[in-house]
Every structure is written in C-alpha cells, then in structure tokens.
C-alpha cells in the first residue's frame, strides 16, 4: 500500500484516458466503415445480402457485448493459431459490435428517406448504386447525425469492458490504482468524472442537433 | 486451423447453465421492477417543480447515463466495504443495477406520465368516474401503454448488461461460463454456448412481452 497522491494518481489516469480515447476512435471509425458495408446491404435488393446484415445485426443486438469480447479473446488464437495483444481482440469485438448498431441506426435514416427518392434516380437511368451514394446518402446522413452522435457515447462507455480481457484503459488503471492505494470512492469518482468529461458533451451535443432536426422538420 | 473443438463440456454441465440463465432472469425482474419503482418516485418528485430535486435528480441521471456501468458496479461493489458496509457481490450487483436503471426508468417514467392529458382526466371526471377509476383505466393504462415498447427494450438491454456482474462474482449466467471454463479451459466452446443462451433469451423474452402487449391491451404496442 501506498500513500495518495492525488496528482500521482490524477495523471495516470488522464493517461489511461488516452487508451480508452483511441480505443473508442478504432472502434468508431472501423465500424463505421463495417457499419456503411451492413447498411448498404440491409437496403439493397438482394434478399441474401438483407439477410445476412439484418442476422448480424440481430445476434450482435441480441447478446452481452462482454460475452462478444469473450468470443474474440478465445476465439483469434483458435484461428490464427497464436495469440494477440489485448488491444487487437478489444479493437475487433468493439469494431464487430459497432458496427451492428450503427448499421441498424443508419438503416433508419435511409428508410428515413421517400420511396420516391429512388425512384427518382431510376427514372434518370441511376444505376443502385449511384442513386445510394448521389440521391438517398446525402440526406440520410443529416437524419442520422443525432443518434449516431448518441451511439458515439455508448461506444466510449463500453470501452470499458474490455479492462476485463486485459486492455490497461481507463477503467483498468482505476483498478490497478485502488489496489495499490485503497481509496475505492475517490479513485472511482474520478474515474467515473472523467467519463463524464468525455462523454457529457458529446450527449449534449447529440440531444442540440436533434432539437434543430425536429424543429427543421416542423 | 487444428483446433480440437469439445462440446461435451457444454452436455455434461447443463445443469449449471440452466441454473445460470435462471439466475440472471431473476436478478434482471428483480432489478427491473426496484428501478422502476425509483422512476416513479423521481418522476413524481419531479413534477413538484422544486428546482434543488429536479436539478439534483437531473444530475443523477446525467451521471448514471454518461459513465460506463463498469465503473458504477466498482464503486458500489469496492466502495460499500469502505465505509464498513459488507455486502456479498450479488447484493452489490443487484443495487448497482437498480441505481442504473432507475436513472433510464425514470425518464421512461415521465414520457408515460406526460403522454396523459390533463384533458382526459377531466373527460373522466366529467362521465363520473371514481378516482381510482380514472387512475387505472384514464392514466395508467394508456400510460403503460405508451412506455410499453422502451420498456420491453430496457429490460432485455439489463438482460444482457447483467452479464458484467460476473467480473466481480455475482452469481448468474456469465459467472457459470466464468466458472467452468476457468476449470475446463474450453473457454470458447463455453462463451459460444452461453452467448447463444442469451440470445434464445432475449428473443423468448421480446415473444413474452408481446404476448403481455397483446392480452392487455388488445393490440400489440409499435416499437
């Protein structure tokens, strides 16, 4: 046991915060990208592609984001045949989980859009995907701004749960510092403040730019 | 690839597992209906319009939705011992849950609550009906029925969020796979079983609630 240093342990923990940043961009980014992939497929005409992203969706919506990280931790050696840093099984559940919700709110947004829309573009001799990208993309993307702004948090908040397969974020270091220093409230406060920190405007930010999509919308 | 996969592992230890899943469904009822309770009572503490409890029940919400449950569970599970309160880790799972869902049931709360007109009190008032016919058939139930859905989905979201209890050995369906495979070191054929035991859950649950939806109200709620 160690005394508390508050700015011992203050500057650890903003530290940490730098893993459990880049952690949340990885995952953001990469399911953003997977996310686009599920999208495209869950509104395209092809009846195996619906199913195969509206499946993925379903079983990733439908089981603990803890039991998913479990599945990559275990599952990457069986495959690869050797292990990975935790940063690598983290970074691949998070991406996988990601972008299951984000292809379920970005399916929203495009279904979001007129029928007529579509037909538009077909009726100018569009091909699917030109009328995806030129027509339906640029108006889905300001409905989809809130809540994919929203999801942003959740995706920083569940960041955490990959301390639990070995990933020194955050969290983690909340935990290896109450175990030198004994101070379970204090460290956890501060903690706990630091998501907030992070967290607290992208919520607020979210919740703005939905009020002004529902008053444009008046 | 030359990976042995050995199910019998997941055979010989059903039992358990069924002893899990029922553990979880409980403490997710259990943590439901507690969390459901503080929504009421911070809602109707809400609507007395005394801005010290709005803004401090506001600030509880804020934090409880802007800060991973992981870290909740911590400082309940690591805190409470500190101020010499011994709990045992599913008791301190089952209050870190509730304080959690109460910050979501609460606003879940006051959209059932402010979906109900004052309009359509007085239209009861005014055809004579009895209070307590008016609270149950002119507010609760359109109320109900209003948060039905948001409520379906919160409590299969606490299903599957319950699985975190287990890092700190509350007992329950995680914890079981936690346990076993810590024995066995089948640990991926243990989390795929598991895993797919939460999503015959989550799906038996969603028939379960639309089941309710449609017995009491006589239509099955939009989500």
Request: charged share 10%; net charge positive.
């Amino acid at each position: 046991m160690r005394a508390f240093d508050f700015t011992e342990v203050l500057i650890a923990l903003v530290r940490a915060t730098g893993w459990t940043v880049v952690l949340s961009l990885v995952a953001f980014a990469g399911g953003g990208i997977l996310g686009l992939v599920l999208t495209m497929m869950r509104v395209s005409k092809n009846r195996l592609l619906q199913s195969v992203s509206r499946f993925y969706i379903a079983f990733v919506q439908g089981t603990p984001l803890l039991m998913q990280l479990f599945l990559i931790f275990f599952g990457i050696p069986i495959l690869l045949g050797f292990d990975v840093p935790a940063f690598v099984s983290a970074s691949v559940a998070l991406i996988a989980y990601a972008a299951a919700y984000l292809a379920d709110i970005w399916r929203g947004s495009v279904e979001a859009i007129p029928k007529a829309q579509w037909e538009a573009g077909t009726s100018l001799g569009l091909s699917w995907l030109q009328q995806f990208r030129h027509v339906i993309l640029p108006q889905a993307v300001k409905v989809s701004i809130p809540p994919t702004v929203g999801f942003a948090v959740q995706v920083i908040k569940n960041t955490s749960l990959t301390s639990i397969i070995g990933y020194v974020e955050l969290t983690r270091q909340g935990q290896i510092l109450n175990n030198v220093t004994f101070q379970p409230f204090v460290i956890f406060a501060m903690v706990g403040a630091i998501y907030f920190i992070v967290c607290y405007p992208l919520s607020l930010y979210s919740q703005r730019l939905e009020a002004r999509l529902t008053i444009e919308a008046r | 690839m030359d990976y042995d996969f050995q199910f019998n592992v997941i055979w010989q230890n059903l039992d358990l597992f069924l002893w899990g899943a029922w553990l979880t469904i409980q403490i997710a009822m259990l943590a439901t209906a507690l969390g459901l309770v503080i929504g009421m009572v911070m809602a109707g503490l809400q609507s007395l319009r005394n801005p010290l409890i709005s803004g401090a029940i506001q600030f509880y919400i804020e934090v409880i939705r802007n800060t991973p449950f992981l870290v909740q569970l911590f400082f309940v599970y690591f805190g409470l011992p500190s101020l010499d309160i011994k709990v045992p880790a599913s008791q301190a799972a089952l209050l870190a849950l509730t304080i959690n869902i109460g910050a979501y049931a609460t606003e879940i709360v006051r959209a059932g609550v402010e979906s109900i007109s004052k309009g359509q009190i007085e239209a009861g008032r005014s055809l004579g009906l009895s209070g307590f016919q008016i609270f149950t058939f002119v507010i609760l139930k359109p109320a109900l029925m209003t948060v039905y859905p948001a409520l379906t989905s919160q409590f299969i979201l606490i299903m599957l969020n319950s699985a975190v209890i287990s890092t700190i050995s509350a007992q329950e369906l995680a914890f079981q796979a936690k346990f076993l495979q810590s024995r066995t070191f089948r640990s991926f054929e243990i989390y795929l079983f598991v895993t797919l035991v939460y999503l015959l859950l989550a799906y038996l649950f969603r028939a379960v609630f639309s089941l309710i939806a449609r017995l009491a109200f006589g239509k099955v709620p939009a989500n």
